[in-house]
């Protein structure tokens, strides 16, 4: 069984320009979740999809957005990127909604802001 | 505000050095705590789950403890391959952000 896959796995941006990652889930599963992973920050909760609805969002600015399709597969878009906004981006995929116990997390993708 | 915390923040042990991580919360309402293993440059890999003070959940040389305060991620005889990050997150009840992390336990096992 194929586990949570992202693309880009590296990303290299300017300052002002917006970015577009993507993440597949686990085959069956339908929520995705998306975390930001900065080494002064930590591990951060941004945003939680389930059928193509936002259903839970962290403490981060407008800049930061997704969208889920319907076969699951998810995207996050930062806009206007920001030199703090360099970190490790990762998506984790589980069965249903609010079970992080069970979720599953892609390899990541590393953006760095310019 | 919630707040978890995980101490040591780096921890070196001799192969076959027993040892426990600590992971502190503060939430405002617990629905269940986490542990994870992340090994550099890959995403973090589900451990354990435990939702209740007094439960105990245990994998091979590792056995996770739960108080109302506090887990803590206990390793027996560790191994060189058990060296990796740790990370504790709990998940709250409060609308908006229900997954909260902890900064992580950086574990080296020397051979």
């Known amino acids: 069984k194929a586990g949570v896959t992202q693309t880009p796995r590296y990303l290299i941006k300017t300052r002002g320009q917006q970015v577009t990652l993507s993440c597949s889930p686990i085959?069956?599963?339908?929520?995705v979740s998306w975390y930001q992973q900065t080494p002064g920050q930590g591990l951060q909760f941004l945003f939680e999809?389930?059928?193509?609805?936002?259903?839970n969002k962290g403490n981060f600015p407008g800049r930061f957005s997704g969208r889920q399709f319907s076969n699951s597969r998810s995207e996050m878009n930062v806009s206007t990127l920001e030199l703090g906004d360099s970190a490790l981006y990762l998506c984790?995929?589980?069965?249903?909604?609010?079970?992080?116990?069970?979720?599953?997390f892609g390899p990541g993708t590393r953006l760095t802001v310019t | 505000e919630d707040q978890v915390t995980q101490s040591p923040e780096a921890l070196r042990l001799q192969e076959g050095e027993s040892s426990s991580l600590n992971c502190s919360y503060t939430v405002s309402g617990l629905r269940g705590l986490f542990w994870y293993r992340q090994d550099p440059g890959k995403g973090p890999e589900f451990l354990f789950t435990l939702y209740s003070a007094g439960e105990e959940k245990e994998k091979e040389r590792l056995k996770a403890t739960l108080t109302k305060k506090e887990s803590f991620l206990h390793i027996t005889a560790p191994k060189p391959e058990d060296s990796a990050t740790y990370l504790c997150a709990v998940q709250v009840d409060n609308y908006g952000q229900n997954f909260v992390f902890g900064p992580g336990t950086r574990l080296s096992v020397l051979p």
């Open positions: 999809y389930f059928s193509e609805t936002q259903r």
């Open positions: 085959s069956g599963h339908r929520s």
């Open positions: 984790a995929s589980s069965l249903e909604i609010g079970t992080p116990g069970e979720q599953y």
